[in-house]
């Protein structure tokens, strides 16, 4: 007689397994149902969003030779470039609230870290591309890990914003404490943007090249190295640019504490909202399609 078999362990396994049934029909007729499974991959995506953090930022600056400099320099050359220009009378910028150099530092480093925002969900996609294919796992982890990454390495710029402040004496009002809400704002309209090109970026190198050249046209309508126009074709085009209101904001209440755009500012800020909740839903569905395509 055979011995009997034992199908405690296997039934056990059964049980505690989580079984995912996938359906033909789209996931949009169930929405409640989507938003649940969202929230709850969101939640469930910390720990490996982490582990994710710490190991991009280690790469980062272990195969850089000036590692944290990077955060500095461009601008400063950028600062030190315009300042001669505008010393020299080649270039009419207008006169900003800050001496000029602290004025462009401070607002490139807002742009440099709206851009990380940005790009940050497409490098995610095309990076984890063979990991996304072979790994079963919430896809919001690899965007928590690039938000983060963006945090940290405006952690390491608030020192040069800092040093602003000292070398320039800057006086430091009460509104400063509110300045960390808006640069959240200006942040997740990065990320909004980037969310929603993330899965086409993960197909289509073209993406990331025409995000690159994208984004240096918008520096250029963005008030970063000017102040805001006040009449005129280009000075509406850029106080429509969504960005102006964010980072404008977050420049002034870290400075003069006078807000000149607020109703800019929460027009922009609900839009982001909509917009980031729209795009983590575009990313939810497309991504299953996309890690297909790569997986072929």
């Not at 995506?45 to 400099?69: C, H, M, P, T, W």
């Not at 996609?125 to 928590?144: G, H, Q, W, Y």
């Not at 964010?246 to 909202?273: C, K, M, N, Y």
């Amino acid at each position: 007689m055979g011995k009997p078999i034992n199908n405690s362990k296997n039934s056990l396994t059964s049980r505690i397994t989580p079984r995912v049934v996938y359906r033909p029909e789209s996931r949009m007729r169930h929405p409640f149902q989507l938003f649940k499974e969202m929230w709850q991959d969101l939640l469930a995506s910390r720990e490996l969003a982490l582990r994710l953090l710490i190991r991009d930022i280690r790469a980062k600056y272990r195969q850089s030779l000036l590692g944290v400099f990077w955060a500095f320099i461009p601008p400063v050359i950028l600062a030190a470039g315009f300042t001669l220009a505008k010393g020299s009378g080649i270039v009419n910028l207008g006169n900003t609230e800050l001496p000029y150099p602290a004025y462009v530092m401070f607002s490139m480093t807002l742009w440099q870290t709206f851009v990380e925002s940005l790009n940050g969900p497409i490098q995610a996609v095309t990076s984890a591309k063979a990991m996304l294919a072979r790994i079963n796992f919430p896809r919001e982890a690899i965007i928590l890990a690039k938000l983060g990454e963006v945090f940290f390495n405006f952690g390491i710029k608030l020192i040069l914003i800092i040093g602003l402040f000292i070398w320039f004496k800057i006086p430091v009002t009460w509104s400063v404490i509110l300045a960390p809400v808006a640069l959240i704002h200006l942040i997740l309209l990065g990320t909004f943007i980037g969310l929603l090109l993330a899965p086409l970026g993960g197909l289509f190198q073209d993406i990331t090249l025409g995000i690159t050249l994208f984004t240096g046209l918008w520096l250029f309508i963005t008030p970063v190295v000017y102040p805001v126009p006040d009449n005129g074709v280009f000075g509406t085009i850029v106080r429509f640019n969504p960005v102006t209101p964010l980072l404008v904001t977050t420049r002034e209440l870290a400075t003069t504490g006078v807000i000149s755009d607020p109703q800019g500012f929460w027009v922009a800020s609900l839009l982001t909202v909509l917009g980031l909740l729209l795009a983590w839903i575009v990313y939810r569905l497309a991504m299953p399609f996309v890690i297909e395509r790569i997986s072929s």
